[in-house]
């Protein structure tokens, strides 16, 4: 009963900054992690970053720690991804995740995904 919808993919260039959003809509009664996984043909899904409900605790990939930040506006029932210096690796089909457990980095603990956004990084 609760939907995800991400937003804000596309095509850059490497070295260019991307915003992605995820709205959460239906019945939403707060207290879920929220995450970001990407996947592409060649690899497995993988966990990209992911934030706690109070937006306290936060967890990033070792490939984009530094460069990705995620946030949340729960007012808005909307997670963020802020990506800057985008590599052509990042290119995927990245989808938001959330859960009531809590803050992990495994698919498998999320019941509850969006249809994913495409995100291209090519020169």
């Known amino acids: 009963q609760v939907q995800l919808v991400e937003s804000g993919g596309g095509v850059v260039r490497p070295g260019d900054s991307l915003r992605l959003s995820c709205t959460a809509s239906?019945?939403?009664?707060?207290?879920?992690?929220m995450a970001w996984f990407r996947q592409t043909p060649e690899k497995e899904r993988e966990f990209v970053a992911g934030i706690s409900w109070s937006g306290a605790r936060t967890n990033y990939a070792e490939s984009v720690k530094g460069r990705f930040a995620i946030s949340r506006d729960n007012a808005k029932n909307t997670l963020y991804l802020q990506m800057n210096s985008l590599k052509a690796e990042d290119t995927a089909l990245y989808y938001c995740a959330a859960n009531y457990v809590g803050l992990t980095a495994f698919s498998r603990d999320y019941p509850s995904w969006g249809q994913g956004t495409q995100v291209t990084v090519s020169s």
């Open positions: 239906g019945r939403t009664f707060g207290g879920y992690a």
